[in-house]
């Protein structure tokens, strides 16, 4: 018993910490993806598959996933849980208080107040909800390639850019 409170605890406080928790739905063989979240009411709550949303590949309800969480400030993994997933009927309480909280921590939405009610029209809103007992961590990296995407970082740099910052130096 001690034991299993425990690892509740370590779930709850080290999910509640995280920024990002990683996330693998069994119903599908899709990678792992990074989620933000939040913690409300005993489960790690997301929102997305709607547009500008995050996407929720293998997440469906009454199925079961993977959570990893990591650790905020070195990145590493901390702990591993296995979760049930309960997507939350729109407008019902449940639903309500979860957006409360999903809404004080999304970054960057275009519609800001707004937000809630294009949730409930366009989005999911999920509860991974912690069942069982943690998963041993893997002695692999489990490092995975990126999912594609158009978006890049690198750009060749422009050709007057070696004269402009000779030019500054003197």
Not at 98 to 127: F, H, I, Q, T, Y
Request: proline share 9%.
């Amino acid at each position: 018993m001690t034991s299993e409170l425990l690892e509740r605890a370590l779930v709850e406080e080290a999910t509640k910490k995280s920024g990002l928790i990683w996330v693998q739905g069994t119903a599908s063989a899709a990678a792992a993806r990074a989620l933000w979240h939040v913690w409300y009411e005993g489960a790690a709550c997301v929102v997305g598959d709607g547009p500008g949303e995050q996407p929720l590949p293998g997440l469906v309800d009454g199925g079961d996933a993977v959570v990893t969480v990591r650790s905020k400030d070195k990145g590493g993994r901390i702990v591993t849980w296995p979760a049930r997933v309960v997507e939350l009927a729109p407008g019902s309480p449940e639903w309500e208080g979860a957006v409360a909280e999903l809404k004080g921590k999304r970054l960057n939405a275009s519609d800001g107040e707004e937000m809630p009610e294009r949730w409930r029209r366009e989005c999911r809103v999920l509860r991974l909800e912690p069942r069982g007992t943690t998963v041993p961590l893997p002695s692999d990296s489990q490092a995975a390639r990126p999912v594609p995407t158009s978006a890049t970082t690198r750009r060749p740099i422009p050709a007057a850019l070696p004269r402009l910052l000779r030019r500054k130096r003197t």
